[in-house]
């Protein structure tokens, strides 16, 4: 893919719940990751969305950057890893707002969850896993469609 052999950047299969009218050009899980603020994943009607990581070896995730398009995102996000040939568990459950503004996850270490409600702060545990699914589960659009111009996945690989 476009973008996965820059340097700082893991290489990972990427498969997403459902693109906009199967506009994979125009709409497709590449533009998650393409750093263009005109470019974006757009997925299609639905009740529940997904977004799913494969990396090739373990990593550990830390932080998790995300960019809504306002009116097109989720109330609930759910973390789900494991580690190949596991089950996915729970990680955490995020409670973005309904903005295009960057929301940036901390480790829940550090605090600072008092500011979420105005700064676009959620907490997410550390986790070492080999797969990471993000489960938008209540969208903001009526039809269920979530637009997503940018996610980041941050940590460490082992």
Known sequence: PPGSDVP????????????????VKQFGKQHLF????????????GTSQWVTLDFPRPVKVSQLH????????????TLE???TGEDLVKISELYPQDSHAMQ?????TTGGMEFGEFWGIFQVEE????????TFGSSTDFFGRVVVYHLGVLGERL
């Not at 995300?66 to 996000?77: P, T, V």
């Not at 940036?104 to 829940?108: A, Q």
């Open 8 to 23: 700082g950047r893991w290489r990972c299969a990427r498969r997403v719940s459902s693109v906009l009218n199967r506009d």
């Open 34 to 45: 393409d750093g263009s603020e005109e470019t974006c994943w757009n997925s299609d009607q």
């Open 66 to 77: 995300i960019q809504f398009q306002g009116g097109f995102s989720s109330r609930l996000c």
């Open 81 to 83: 890893g494991c580690r």
């Open 104 to 108: 940036i996850s901390f480790p829940s």
């Open 127 to 134: 986790t070492v896993l080999e797969k990471l699914k993000i």
